[in-house]
């Protein structure tokens, strides 16, 4: 890992005022950079949730095969954080942690249906703090899970859910997200939170990757329809999953997992042109400058590197490090990449700081290791104390496993069978070389704040909502998806 005082490259710092409050910025050329206009105006703001992408599958992340013009150029004209982690490797506790600042412990929202599978009403989300303000909120989802009968349209005001099984999907939410913001008329700001599902599985031929999929030496009908949830070997062991019983994937050929790789991408690329088109309509509809615009995941994908396909189950980079782009409004042409590791659930104070012109609340977020994200952090604020920079988790399917990222490494805990492994990201980029606790003088800090920070979350934990009956559409929806049985 890089030093401290080498966290971002050609670090410039430059100080810019906010409504009466000085904001300190980082970057290797933002002298003349406001990251949001006047208090008078709060700025309007855009969240783009990519479903399942991985940061080396983007081209501003290094992937010099998989072409993504329209993200790539998001991140030129902001901050790219390099090392950003989900709060958990799948949809609903990641999004409830992004959406409110608050663990996954403390939400509780660890299953797909039953209980455990709702956001609480008593966590507030972004879009109840922005509407409280006076934002128009919006809402445009292609999962499911992120739909009002499982919480998560709580203080929108406009929602828009698009079936995941239709084969258009994208295109559906790239045509909802650009209509609403035609149709956005009224003089007060904006909060938008679009949700793509691709490149969720099945992966799917997107138009323009044909000529590299053809020609490809394979037979076996999902490899070719891109159904990693029956390769993975879920679909074999149905209900047993519910009593701890950890899927292995069915045999692959090399030819078969590049093949489904080769899909992956090109969904990627899809979604890429989409992202483009919402930006041409912000362009068009003379939002860009005052539009605070962020691109994320919420989490990534495995092929096989740590023996699973898909998400959920484990807990290595390939599935909790994802992208993280934040454009803020009047861009002037600078950029920045910022190195240390930082958490998602961090976003939830951010942007009531980067809209409000004072600060984030005392109250914005989970504690004494979530704040606001370190380059936009105001000088009369400091980063959290302590090594903790990324924490996160999952709990579904009798699964318990946590991980704590530090600027020394990563600690992974398996809660049922009380394994514990330290990672020396520096030295081990692909975690195949776990190390013990006694490893690393680091490791033990690392636990003891993963405990600590556990521990208060559970103390303070929202009660459990009762969750709806899902109706049979819905069912069926989650089942095209592998979530259900």
């Known amino acids: 890992m890089m030093s401290s005082s080498r966290v971002i490259t050609a670090i410039v710092v430059t100080v810019a005022v906010l409504g009466g409050t000085a904001l300190v910025l980082f970057g290797p050329s933002l002298p003349r950079t406001a990251p949001v206009p006047s208090a008078d105006r709060p700025p309007n703001v855009l969240l783009i949730v990519i479903d399942a992408l991985r940061a080396d599958h983007l081209g501003c992340y290094g992937n010099k095969r998989i072409a993504t013009p ?55 989300t972004i879009a109840e703090r922005l509407r409280a303000r006076g934002y128009a909120t919006c809402l445009v989802s292609a999962n499911p899970y992120i739909c009002p009968q499982h919480g998560f349209a709580q203080g929108f005001s406009h929602v828009a859910c698009v079936p995941p099984s239709a084969p258009d999907a994208t295109a559906r939410v790239r045509d909802r997200t650009v209509t609403a913001l035609r149709k956005k008329k009224e003089p007060s700001p904006f909060f938008m939170y679009v949700h793509f599902l691709d490149p969720h599985d099945p992966y799917t031929r997107v138009s323009g990757c044909e000529p590299g999929l053809q020609g490809r030496e394979v037979e076996d009908q999902h490899v070719l329809a891109g159904e990693a949830f029956v390769l993975s070997g879920e679909k074999r062991l149905g209900d047993r999953m519910y009593e701890g019983a950890i899927p292995e994937p069915l045999p692959l050929e090399p030819e078969e997992l590049g093949y489904l790789r080769d899909l992956y991408a090109c969904e990627v690329t899809g979604i890429d042109r989409a992202v483009g088109a919402i930006r041409s309509t912000l362009e068009e509809e003379g939002f860009l400058s005052d539009t605070l615009v962020i691109i994320t995941s919420d989490h990534g994908e495995e092929f096989l590197e740590h023996g699973h396909l898909r998400h959920g189950y484990q807990l290595f980079e390939e599935t909790v490090r994802v992208p993280l782009i934040v454009r803020f409004p009047h861009h002037t042409g600078s950029a920045a990449r910022y190195a240390r590791p930082v958490g998602l659930i961090d976003l939830f104070p951010t942007i009531l700081a980067l809209t409000s012109g004072r600060g984030a609340p005392e109250d914005a977020g989970g504690g004494a290791h979530v704040g606001v994200l370190p380059p936009f952090a105001f000088a009369s604020a400091s980063e959290p104390p302590g090594e903790v920079l990324a924490l996160g988790m999952t709990r579904w399917r009798n699964l318990d496993r946590a991980f704590v990222r530090t600027r020394h490494g990563k600690l992974i805990v398996d809660f049922a069978t009380g394994e514990k492994n330290w990672y020396d990201l520096a030295r081990d980029p692909g975690e195949n070389h776990p190390l013990s606790l006694s490893k690393s003088p680091h490791a033990a800090e690392a636990l003891a704040a993963l405990e600590r920070i556990i521990r208060e979350s559970e103390q303070n934990a929202y009660p459990p909502a009762t969750p709806p009956r899902p109706s049979p559409e819905e069912t069926e929806q989650l089942r095209s998806l592998g979530y259900v049985q």
């Open 70 to 124: 329209h993200i790539d150029r998001f991140a030129r004209e902001g901050v790219l954080f390099e090392q950003a982690y989900a709060q958990a490797s799948w949809t609903k506790s990641s999004v409830a942690s992004m959406l409110t600042g608050f663990f996954p412990y403390r939400l509780g929202v660890f299953t797909e249906l039953g209980e455990g599978s709702v956001l609480p009403d008593e966590a507030d």
